[in-house]
């Protein structure tokens, strides 16, 4: 159990920070209000951080 969630939160961070580092904390506010919509099942929520993210991915990395 403690190593699923381990796991877990590794791998989030490990996500978390490559899209900061590739794309910079406008994505990564976006994928934290798509996995908050998600989870709580939030539909604007979720759309408004996917939204982001697609604006986000749309341009060139700097």
Do not use: K
């Not at 990564?28 to 604006?55: E, K, M, P, Q, W």
Request: proline letters at 3%; aromatic letters at 12%.
């Amino acid at each position: 159990m403690y190593a699923t969630g381990f796991a877990t939160a590794l791998a989030w961070l490990v996500l978390e920070m490559f899209v900061d580092w590739t794309y910079g904390p406008v994505a990564v506010l976006g994928l934290a209000l798509f996995a908050i919509g998600v989870r709580h099942g939030n539909s604007t929520c979720a759309s408004l951080g996917a939204v982001i993210l697609a604006l986000t991915l749309m341009q060139p990395a700097a």
